[in-house]
């Protein structure tokens, strides 16, 4: 899996890099009060691109977080519900004198 997510990031850097020496060209971006921006086409494009991912990235984080949490408190109850399967001993249940004790009983001579 990590060899895959090594290529994908490989390949997008490439295509990147190609996109960028395609469309080195100067733009003009008009701002407010009549200020103006000069820069390059692909760093425009690069920075919008990131700035548009970052609210699903932030969004995406989030959900993470907040499954994490969920499946972290599900353990926790499901520990404190089944002491032995987390290889602890299971607490003593105290025998009363009314029920009748089971399973084999020892053989008197």
Known sequence: MQFLRTAFWVV???IIVAFSFANWTAVTINLWGGLQLETKLPVLVIV???AGSLP???LHKATR???RRRLDHAERAL???LPTAYGQPAPPVPASANEP???PQPAEP
């Open 79 to 81: 520990a404190a519900a």
């Open 12 to 14: 997008l850097a490439i």
């Open 48 to 50: 919008a691109f990131l």
């Open 65 to 67: 977080w907040r499954l």
């Open 101 to 103: 004790t089971t399973g």
């Open 56 to 58: 699903f990235w932030a």
